[in-house]
């Protein structure tokens, strides 16, 4: 992997400046600044020939100080709290405390850092949830060293990155949600009643009788529903419920 020069390190700056197209006008002395400044990094990986290849990369480039190294979640919210790092590259898979609940504590506690997980995850759901708890950056392992300088350049900036090869995924996945969320809301209160009670395991009889209308209402109903919805039987409305919230699982609801 090779280096940058200060010139593409300097394009990087400005890259993580294009907000929808447009460039956020600043002057040219203010990104020499913000290159010149040093950037106080923490490396968070439970593998030490990790965390060491990629401090042996950071630590050539003149910007980038490395502060510390963790090997677990624990270790890592300690060292943020002693440190005071500007970034935390944070590995997902780690023991004792993961690199999502390390997150969630730096995110609670509004810990003074920015935080890009640097991971073997590319599945969606890993995305999805990291963006939910509030990380700054999400990039792979695979990536190459200018997309991981890219990645600090443009969260420490004050943006957010994501790995360009993941978007595609991360568009569909809002796609869909919006979808979804469309769907739930043209349901009716009577219908959301009963999609809750198919979802724990009621049959029309009881439904019937626990909304005091008449089973040919409920049928109605349950026709309505797989429309909107979009499946074509119970099975599939009880997952959509559980899936989005409709309804939680619980014990109590198994039969």
Known sequence: LHLLSRRQRQMCIRDSNYIDGKFNRKSEERYI???????????????RMVREG??????????????????DGYECISLVNKTKPNIVLLDID??????????????????????IMLTRHNEIDYLMKALEIGCDGYILKESS???LLKAIFKVYSGNNYIEPNLMPLLNANLEEKSNIKKRISELTKREIDVLKM??????????ASTLNISERTVKNHISNIFKKIQVSDRTQAAVFAIKNGIITVSYTHLR
């Open 145 to 147: 060293f200018e997309t």
């Open 33 to 47: 600044e913000e290159v010149e400044m040093a950037v106080n990094i923490l490396l968070a990986d439970d593998h």
């Open 54 to 71: 990629i401090r042996y990369l950071l630590e050539n480039v003149p910007e980038f100080n490395v502060v510390g190294e963790a090997a």
């Open 94 to 115: 780690m023991p004792d405390m993961n690199g999502m609940e390390a997150l969630r504590v730096i995110k609670e506690q509004k810990m003074i850092c920015k935080v």
């Open 198 to 207: 198919i979802a724990s395991g009621a049959f029309n009889k009881e439904i």
